[in-house]
């Protein structure tokens, strides 16, 4: 009893790591979710090895490959597309899958082998997110609105090749053009909003 208690206590541990560092992020699952997850695969993992000691025949693999597929659809509800076709949760989901993987290892005796992984998907998380802070760029959806359509069609030269995808309305004599905009991802989001309304004739109307 004293081994299972010990894989549960590593289960419930680690999955709250993981979860810690998904929460400190602002995403939607976190410590709970993530020890919730490790914990429960990690016992159905030691019910299938020794739940059916009583049995002639009993197979444990069974019991993760129905984990596995499981998990899917947890994660499946994480992941959101917004209305400017940005997907996201897709981290966070995948998150939940190895989490799962790693509580079935705790619950098999591969404690060691899940601290590892544990701490591999801890360095993936914070090593790599603060790297995408430094390069590259995210997307956001804007909206930029002027009496005069001329200025529009100039802000959205002005922005040049940040414009991915830009739509032109017009409503009550006001131009509306929503666009798909890439901004560097270590620009803060007050500053890309004051770049965004010192823009000339063209006011902000909305950022996502």
Request: glycine share 12%; net charge positive; charged share 15%.
């Amino acid at each position: 009893m004293g081994q299972l208690t010990i894989r549960l206590l590593a289960a419930a541990i680690l999955g709250a790591a993981i979860g810690y560092e998904r929460e400190f992020r602002g995403k939607g699952a976190g410590v709970r979710t993530h020890m919730l997850v490790c914990v429960g695969a990690c016992l159905f993992m030691l019910i299938s090895k020794y739940g059916f000691g009583d049995s002639a025949r009993f197979d444990a693999a069974r019991v993760a490959a129905g984990v596995v597929s499981g998990i899917g659809f947890l994660g499946g509800g994480l992941i959101i597309k917004t209305k400017s076709n940005v997907i996201t949760g897709l981290t966070t989901a995948a998150g939940l899958w190895v989490t799962a993987a790693i509580g079935l290892g705790a619950g098999s005796g591969l404690v060691g082998m899940a601290v590892i992984a544990t701490v591999l998907m801890l360095l993936c998380l914070e090593i790599l997110s603060l790297v995408h802070m430094k390069v590259g760029n995210r997307v956001v959806n804007i909206v930029l609105a002027s009496e005069d359509n001329k200025a529009i069609t100039n802000a959205i030269q002005t922005l040049g090749g940040q414009v991915d995808k830009f739509f032109l309305s017009k409503k009550d004599n006001k131009y509306q053009a929503e666009i798909l905009l890439h901004v560097p991802k270590k620009e803060k989001t007050i500053d890309t909003v004051t770049r965004l309304s010192s823009l000339e004739g063209v006011i902000l109307e909305n950022l996502e």
